[in-house]
Nanobody, 117 residues
């Protein structure tokens, strides 16, 4: 079992930046992909960005391309999401996710991002 702990959410003004972190409870050679999803009130949970653990390949939702950057530090079992030029549409609960080689999916508890002046 892998536990994921997110941090870094909070309140930011429009146009501001935040960096989210997601730490896995243990090193797992079986984790192949980690990513970030977000869910706004009344909406479904959507993919924001994902990254492969070994090669570092990334994929982003069109709405965040050029503004968000996902990265990982394998030595710390941690994935980051650097968010810039935030706007009201980015406000949501952000969830960290990990998928292992057996197809198992793990979720963090979520961290709130609020964009408001």
């Amino acid at each position: 079992q892998v536990q994921l702990v997110e941090s870094g959410g909070g309140l930011v003004q429009p146009g501001g930046s935040l960096r989210l972190s997601c730490a896995a409870s243990r090193s797992s050679r079986s984790i192949i992909v980690m990513g970030w999803y977000r869910q706004a009130p009344g909406k479904q949970r959507d993919l924001v960005a994902i990254i492969t653990i070994t090669g570092g390949s990334t994929n982003y939702a069109d709405s965040v391309k050029g503004r968000f950057t996902i990265s990982r530090d394998n030595s710390k079992n941690t994935v980051y999401l650097q968010m810039k030029s935030l706007n009201a549409e980015d406000a949501a609960v952000y969830y960290c996710s990990a998928r292992d080689i057996a197809g198992g999916t793990y979720w963090g508890q979520g961290t709130q991002v609020t964009v408001s002046s």
